[in-house]
Nanobody, 125 residues
Framework: QVQLQESGGGSVQSGGSLKLSCAAS????????MGWFRQAPGKEREGVAA???????RYADSVKGRFTISRDPAKNTLYLQMYSLKPEDTAMYYC???????????????????WGQGTQVTVSS
């Protein structure tokens, strides 16, 4: 059974930084894509960043240059390092995995098979 558990959320002031982690277990696919998504109150969930099993990455325009997605295959852990946080980054952040996929990193939510429960990030001005 695939399980994803996010951690690292919290409250920070504008300009601060946070690092999110997502511990993954229960799958052995060699070709996959992992992503971070977020949903702010009253808004639709949106893609933030994705990384595939080759290490290629994709970012939403709103976070380029501020967020970095990475993974540690040995620990089966996905990370999202967030710098220069803004109040508009406030949201629930979710990690997700897309198994048996080799078409490059994608932010298309409907393709993802499994989702974590989310971790809250709050940025105050």
């Amino acid at each position: 059974q695939v399980q994803l558990q996010e951690s690292g959320g919290g409250s920070v002031q504008s300009g601060g930084s946070l690092k999110l982690s997502c511990a993954a277990s229960g799958y052995t696919s060699r070709s996959y894509c992992m992503g971070w998504f977020r949903q702010a109150p009253g808004k639709e969930r949106e893609g933030v960043a994705a990384i595939d099993s080759d290490g290629s990455t994709r970012y939403a325009d709103s976070v380029k240059g501020r967020f970095t997605i990475s993974r540690d295959p040995a620990k089966n852990t996905l990370y999202l390092q967030m710098y220069s946080l803004k109040p508009e980054d406030t949201a629930m952040y979710y990690c997700a995995v897309l198994l048996d996929y080799a078409l490059g990193p994608t932010l298309t939510q409907s393709l993802y098979n499994y989702w974590g429960q989310g971790t809250q990030v709050t940025v105050s001005s």
